[in-house]
């Protein structure tokens, strides 16, 4: 990659969001160390564990986008879709 004078640009070692993202709230495992602070906070019970440990999104419908999780995940392993409507600050 290079920027518009052609110096080159190093790729982020961040994945974008876009690529995260498969339900209007989803979970990026790489960062989840499975505290379950999601699990256990969550008033819709959004979220569910695996015998293995592995918190998953069980039930994303369910979601109403509190933030709950997200501002209570040590991690920030928690994402969340606007809600359509919504503007985002630029």
């Known amino acids: 990659m290079s920027d518009p004078k052609g110096a080159a640009v190093q790729a982020s070692p961040f994945p974008s969001v876009a690529d995260m993202r ?7 495992e790489p960062w989840c160390k499975r505290c379950l602070l999601c699990v256990e906070l969550c008033p819709k019970s959004v979220f569910d564990v695996e015998p293995t440990g592995r918190v998953y999104v069980k039930a994303p419908e369910a979601c109403t986008q509190c933030k709950i999780c997200a501002l209570h995940c040590p991690d920030y392993a928690i994402l969340l879709e606007p809600k359509a409507g919504k503007q985002t600050d630029s």
């Open 22 to 28: 498969t339900h209007p709230v989803d979970i990026y």
